[in-house]
């Protein structure tokens, strides 16, 4: 069976710090990957997701990025983080098309 | 900009009563819907997918569309305390080079014992 794991589970960040969040897929191959947030108040939002390694596609202009290094691992990153940045990170994963979604467990980021 | 649209809530039921959640949605070519659940400070599971016209029932849950008036709704019958979560609609988008999930804000159900 599929899992996806996502970590770590909470992290404390000043502003201006760096960031990196990782996220590994087993039990599949060539999924699609995604990275979402969900700042207080606000719903779901699609950052980035990549159909294959090296494939990025972001939906929103931020200081953050992604890179997928391997098939099943996928990176979000910052240079600086914003306070704006606070939220709930999901990583999730699909087969082809987006039709089906399924989360990891999330990263509870608070920028301060 | 394609929306979905959905109460914030909280929406009270007592238990064993009949919840009802609803969402709108603007992209009228849409064809595929999703209902989530999302327990506090975790991440969301799917519950249900609905794709035509109608009902579409899985045990205790039954998913509605109606895409004339741009419409989906979830009910829960005989509603327990651990039903109380946050319910997020989901609208899959096909405008980008593949398809993307469109989340509502979610609604907050608080079933009461």
């Known amino acids: 069976s599929q899992t996806i794991h996502q970590w770590p589970a909470t992290l404390v960040q000043p502003v201006g710090s760096p960031l990196s969040l990782e996220c590994t897929v087993e039990g599949t191959s060539n999924p699609n990957l995604y990275w979402y947030r969900q700042a207080a108040g606000r719903g779901l939002q699609l950052l980035f997701y990549?159909?294959?390694?090296?494939?990025i596609s972001s939906e929103v202009p931020q200081n953050l990025s992604a890179s997928r290094p391997q098939d099943r691992q996928f990176i979000l990153s910052s240079k600086k983080l914003l306070l704006s940045d606070s939220g709930f990170y999901l990583c999730?994963?699909?087969?082809?098309?987006?039709?089906?979604?399924?989360f990891g467990s999330g990263t509870q980021l608070s920028v301060l | 900009q394609k929306e979905v649209e959905q109460n914030s809530g909280p929406l009270s039921v007592p238990e064993g009563a009949i919840a009802s959640l609803n969402c709108t949605y603007s992209d009228r070519v849409s064809q595929s819907f999703f209902w989530y659940r999302q327990y506090s400070g975790k991440s969301p599971e799917l519950i249900m997918s609905i794709y035509s016209n109608g009902d579409k029932e899985d045990g205790r849950f039954t998913a509605q569309l109606n895409k004339a008036s741009q419409y989906v709704s979830l009910l829960i019958r005989d509603s327990q305390p651990s039903d109380s979560a946050t319910y997020l609609c989901a609208v899959l988008d096909y405008g980008g080079s593949q398809g993307n999930l469109i989340f509502g804000k979610g609604t907050k159900l608080s079933v009461k014992p």
């Open positions: 990549s159909v294959g390694i090296g494939q």
């Open positions: 999730a994963w699909s087969l082809r098309g987006a039709e089906k979604l399924f």
